[in-house]
């Protein structure tokens, strides 16, 4: 390999400008994409926490409703003095299959009565519930369960609470068959309750109702219970102390806002080592935390395609600036090539004139004027050299004989010196022979390899 060629002014320009300005321009992309990753973490967080309040908010809302209608069934149940309206299973089916129809948030709504209430039933709980754009009617006491007998909060715990009761989550075996929340409120004369009234959320409809991706949500009880998780398994079965790892250190600020019942973003690792972003929320209702999130990994493959278009725009800038340094570089390096060359050729001996070419710089244009100038000045010198010994030489032939005299030819083939010894052979000037006569050394191809002619 031949490393002169690295040592060149042209190499030097592409590696002293071009090489230092991709060095800082991969340095400014980088830099940019790292405040780029920062901030698009930064802006995960806040739609993370705007999410969350909103969702926070909108279940809030949601129960608030849910319970303020429940309670306005049941004041009008209780202010009905005849109870044999009631005991009519149609009648009471309409008025609950209207409530449901009215209220797409509600899955399903009853009325349980007391045992014997009605003397011809023991149990009387007509049930309403949706199934997707079809409603289903049963009797509870009849066709599902013995609600009084002290597994179901939503009656044992309600019927003597006026002002209503919320149930835990639970799985509603043998009437609505989902998992749901419930809330009861008792009617009828106070201290003298004869039923309730309830409204159930199922809770898998979470996502829906709060405008959030099932695999972005997961929302924890007053108990720490998994209420809701894209994985249905984990439900009720497992709790949030179980769900992530306290003696994990990249749960610490998670686990501060889950202790002290905080808003805030954080980031956790869960059961299956997969990391998020999430922010929680509080429902103040029933001392839910919802908390939104998202994989880590989504941040990072934002971040990937970032770089794969800064990768893209510096490789396209690099090529353009190492192109367009190589062109500058050559226009610049022409000129100093050429008066390498013609210094090159000096030194064999070849004196030849610089072409200057139009716009070059100041500097190369003193530089190739001045040895044009020293060229033109060595050649003159030359020439003389060449005149005096030429006529030394022709003095020398003159001197000889009175038959004799010498002439010489330019490289052009024109006779460029006659001595006078002319005059004495041929009777003519050295003038004249150059005028009249020259046609007799041009002519004839011998006087092109004689420099001499003796006549």
Known sequence: MDRSKLRTFRSKILSHIALPLILIMTAV?????????????????????????????????????????????????????????????????????????????????AVAFKPYTFPDKKLFSPYVYRDGNNFHYLDIGAEGYDYTDGSWDWWSKAINQPGGYWSKAYFDEGAGNTLMVTYSVPFGPENDYFGVATVDLALDKLPEQLGVQPSQLVVLDDQGRLIFHSDKEKVLAVTSAEWLDRNTRRNSDFWTLLDKGLNGQARFIDDKSTVYLASVASVAKLKWRVIVMVPEQQLFTTLLDDVASVVLNLSLLTLLLLLTCYIAAKRLTRPLEALESGILAFGQGKAQQLAIPKGAVSEIVTLSSTFNQMAELLAEREQAILDSRGNRFARLIDGMSDKSFYCSLDPSGQLAQVSEGVTKVLGISPELLKRKYQRLFTANPLNEKIGNTRI
């Not at 009905?80 to 009215?102: A, F």
């Open 29 to 109: 992309y980088g830099i940019n994409a790292w405040f780029n990753y920062l901030s698009a973490e930064r802006k995960l967080y806040d739609s993370l926490a705007q999410e969350s309040n909103h969702s926070a908010y909108r279940l809030q809302l949601l129960l608030e409703h849910a319970q303020a209608n429940t309670q306005g069934v049941a004041d009008f149940i209780g202010f009905i003095s005849n109870k044999e309206g009631i005991n009519d299973s149609e009648k009471i089916k309409r008025v609950l299959t209207n409530r449901i129809e009215r209220n797409p948030d509600f899955y399903g709504s």
